[in-house]
Nanobody
Framework: QVRLVESGGGLVQAGGSLRLSCVVF????????MDWFRQAPGKEREFVAA????????DYAEAVKGRFTISRDNGKNTVYLQMNSLKSEDTAIYSC????????????????????WGRGIQVTVSS
């Protein structure tokens, strides 16, 4: 059984930083693209960032460009999201998702192209 487990969330002041991790258990996802999504209370699920299987390409939502960095370590079956200069509007539940699609990452895939996803972790930014 494949499980994606996020960690590293919590409460941080505006302007601060957090690094989220997503560890994959049950199989290797080294050939999968990995995405981060977030959902704030009362809002739609929102694409945050994506990285292809070889770390050759990444893509970010406009709202986080220049502040967030996605990376991965296939040897550790882990994907990361470094979040700097956090703002109150970044408050949300963040989750990682995996889909087997090759090529450069550009925005989010269709929902049915994601095969695995985690439960998510809370990030709260106080102003």
């Amino acid at each position: 059984q494949v499980r994606l487990v996020e960690s590293g969330g919590g409460l941080v002041q505006a302007g601060g930083s957090l690094r989220l991790s997503c560890v994959v258990f049950g199989r290797t996802l080294s050939t999968y693209r990995m995405d981060w999504f977030r959902q704030a209370p009362g809002k739609e699920r929102e694409f945050v960032a994506a990285i292809d299987w070889s770390s050759s390409t990444t893509d970010y939502a406009e709202a986080v460009k220049g502040r967030f960095t996605i990376s991965r370590d296939n040897g550790k079956n882990t994907v990361y999201l470094q979040m700097n200069s956090l703002k109150s509007e970044d408050t949300a539940i963040y989750s990682c998702e995996a889909g087997r699609k090759f090529g450069a990452v550009v925005g989010a895939m269709r929902s049915n192209e994601y095969e695995f996803w985690g439960r998510g972790i809370q990030v709260t930014v106080s102003s």
